[in-house]
């Protein structure tokens, strides 16, 4: 009897455990076999930066390294007059330039109110590796990125002065939509690991106050990730993006199950329910991307476009948006 006993526990031990393996081979067969198409999704119509991250990736670069080279090329491209060098200026004619990048990991880093350094992306990586901080400012960020290396140059363009010359003679602060300041990259990253990352690089707005800052280096509102769930990205008037925390609100959406397009459009809803908001004064749009490579947008007016790539093909792509049903 007890050998029949000790029989019947051993085969039932060998039968389960077979189980188990057999379980799990095909586990990894499941991920190995699932090959994924990495995708690079940015804000507005900047060829050289979709391409500049696309080559990235398409080699089997990082989602990190794809939106960081995708931000630095337009960050050096001068006719572009809200990011990088030829940015438009503050009131007081300073360029200060704001960036941010999230990482599959969830480690972030950003740099705000920075002059003289062109490529503040590079800069804010720089934070999120190489210091036990998140955010660096000013001055202090200006020491690191001078101590790192950078190089340090003027910001301010003969277009962009001009610009600010002419603005000087009224001095009337008010944004224009799509048209003034609503230039932002902003960019966001699948790659074939099955990594997601994010990057944000902005003057911020044209002629704001000296020492204003924006939502896009802010963790949660201009930016981000977590990297089971997608990440989103914003751009337009900075403070209603950060009065309602736009892009972690999408990427939470996004986690209780709603499509990158649905959170988007919910997260500009948030914004023009809000008690007497005057949304049809300014522009906020939002891209988000999940971990099936799936992307989606929404704006608050027309007009706002943003590039993906995914199959070997960049296309520029015009957002739906909130005001056409009004
Ligand atoms: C800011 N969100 O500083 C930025 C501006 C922007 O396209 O997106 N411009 O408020």
């Known amino acids: 009897m007890r050998k029949i006993l000790f029989l019947s526990w051993l085969a039932f031990i060998v ?134 290396g950078f190089q340090q140059e003027d910001l301010l363009t003969e277009a962009s002065k001009k610009a600010w010359e002419e603005w000087k003679v009224k001095s009337e602060y008010k944004p224009i939509i799509n048209i003034e300041n609503h230039d932002t990259i902003g960019m966001l990253a699948l790659d074939a690991e099955g990594n997601i990352s994010g990057a944000c690089t902005t003057s911020g707005l044209a002629y704001k106050m000296a020492g204003r800052i924006g939502d896009s280096p802010i963790i949660g509102a201009g930016l981000y990730v977590d990297n089971e769930v997608g990440g989103a990205v914003a751009t337009g008037l900075g403070e209603e993006v950060l009065k309602t925390v736009g892009s972690f609100l999408i990427v939470e959406l996004m986690r209780q199950g709603k499509s990158p397009q649905e959170a988007c459009e919910e997260a500009i809803k948030r914004i023009v329910s809000k008690p007497n908001s005057n949304y049809k004064d300014f522009q906020v749009c939002y891209i988000a991307i999940n971990k099936k490579g799936e992307v989606g947008s929404y704006a608050i007016h027309e007009w706002f476009s943003y590039n993906v790539f995914k199959n070997e093909e960049i296309k520029n792509i015009k957002s739906d948006f909130y005001l056409k049903t009004k």
Not at 61 to 83: F, W, Y
Request: aromatic share 4%; charged share 25%.
């Open 15 to 148: 039968f389960h455990s077979c189980n188990k393996v057999t379980k799990k081979e095909n586990l990894t067969n499941e991920v190995v076999n699932t090959k994924i198409t990495p995708v690079v999704v940015g804000t507005w119509n900047f060829p050289k930066a979709i391409e500049a991250a696309a080559e990235v990736i398409k080699n089997g670069g990082s989602a990190l390294d794809a939106v960081e080279k995708g931000c630095r090329a337009e960050e050096a491209n001068i006719e572009n007059q809200t990011v990088g060098i030829g940015g438009l200026p503050d009131r007081d004619g300073s360029v200060t330039l704001d960036a941010c990048v999230m990482n599959e990991k969830g480690d972030y880093g950003a740099v705000v109110g920075v002059k003289n350094i062109k490529h503040v992306i590079s800069l804010a990586r720089k934070v999120m590796e190489d210091t036990p901080h998140a955010i660096l400012a000013g001055k202090g960020a200006e020491q690191f990125a001078i101590t790192n």
